[in-house]
């Protein structure tokens, strides 16, 4: 059996890279691997068909690295992020008094 020797690319000040995924999708790769093997192990223990619960699994399995791809092109080392911080900034503030703003200009002088 030949040992295989995969290339985990790094330039300085640059994050991981391996096999086309960025940073942290390297790592949400891995967890959906973990949650499937638990999952088949589930549906194993209740006695489902083993041809079943492998095929659930692998369909699960090709959707998930498909997802993890397409999300590691799309928004790359810190896109991810910024989208999900970009959703919970508010769309306008309302403010049914002045209160606060006449209060802080009072303290001030």
Do not use: D, H
Not at 15 to 27: D, N, P, R, T, V
Not at 48 to 68: E, Q, R
Request: positive net charge.
């Amino acid at each position: 059996m030949a040992n295989s020797v995969y290339q985990i690319n790094k330039g300085i000040n640059q994050s991981i890279e391996f096999k086309g995924l960025k940073a942290q999708y390297i790592w949400y790769l891995g967890g959906g691997v973990v949650a499937l093997l638990i999952v088949f192990a589930v549906m194993y223990i209740i006695g489902l068909p083993t041809y079943l619960c492998i095929g659930i699994i692998l369909s699960a399995g090709a959707f998930l690295v498909m997802k993890i791809y397409a999300m590691s092109n799309t928004y790359g080392e810190y896109g991810l992020m910024k989208a999900l911080a970009r959703k919970q900034v508010p769309k306008l503030i309302k403010s049914r008094s002045r209160n606060f703003f006449i209060g802080t200009k009072e303290k001030q002088s």
